[in-house]
């Protein structure tokens, strides 16, 4: 089975061997950083729409992590288009974090189709160092498919546990690897090389649920699913929640 996913990943550096080398040069990155958000902003409403019912759920229980002001604080790490906004509960104070600026517009259109949110303020940052954000500062920090391309998400939770009050949540849903014994978890193999480029470092194999369990948190609440989606590779899903 390795020799065989050995030679279909060949295949595959062949196949897009023009991606390969704008990368070598130092211009894909360029390129992808640019191109994504394009392609996110619709993407992202048909992962609403697919995932509406999932999402709803994992949004519903948001205000009951508001502080003693009643008001919730929340942080969306890796919040790309705003794809979440119209799930958080009315009078949410929300930050943004995302290392790429050019997110900036989608959100801020997002931001108008939600009136009932106050954006508190837009940090161009990755998640990895968060040092804008004073520790115990948020009620909620909210991440969803973004584990899967983080450069280190034990950092990334690190950080999640420092600006989270004591009580305070953080809610995911990520995109996961398969069972490694299906087919679709051999194919999340082979085409996870090419995928981490095309699509801005997303990881095809990360398995997410093992660094949330070794996080830290006083409790973990997390389900594994396979989500309605159209796209196979990234059908497998977990959700839910830990608490500081």
């Not at 002001?69 to 794809?83: H, V, Y």
Request: aromatic share 16%; hydrophobic share 45%.
């Amino acid at each position: 089975m390795a020799l065989a996913i050995f030679i279909l990943q060949l295949v595959v550096y062949i196949v897009t061997f023009p991606m390969y080398f704008l990368h070598f040069l130092g211009l894909w990155s360029w390129i992808c950083k640019r191109w994504f958000p394009y392609f996110l902003s619709r993407f992202s409403v048909m992962y609403n729409t697919q995932m509406a019912s999932r999402k709803q759920e994992l949004f519903s229980h948001l205000q009951e992590f508001a502080g003693p002001s009643g008001k919730l604080s929340l942080l969306e790490l890796g919040c790309g288009t705003g794809t979440n906004f119209k799930f958080y509960p009315p009078g949410c104070r929300v930050t943004c974090i995302d290392p790429n600026p050019n997110f900036e517009r989608f959100l801020f259109k997002s931001l108008a189709e939600s009136r009932h949110l106050q954006l508190e303020r837009f940090v161009v940052a990755a998640g990895e160092d968060m040092r804008e954000v004073a520790d115990g500062s948020v009620d909620v920090v909210v991440c969803t498919l973004v584990l899967c391309s983080v450069r280190n998400p034990e950092q990334i939770l690190r950080e999640v546990r420092r600006v989270l009050r004591p009580g305070g949540a953080f809610c995911f849903m990520e995109h996961v690897a398969d069972e490694r014994s299906t087919w679709n978890y051999f194919w999340q193999q082979v085409l996870d090389p090419a995928w981490f480029l095309l699509f801005d470092g997303c990881k095809l194999t990360r398995e997410s649920w093992k660094t949330l369990e070794r996080a830290g948190f006083s409790k973990l609440k997390l389900q594994h699913v396979q989500a309605p989606l159209s796209w196979t590779l990234v059908r497998p899903h977990i959700y839910g929640y830990a608490v500081k």
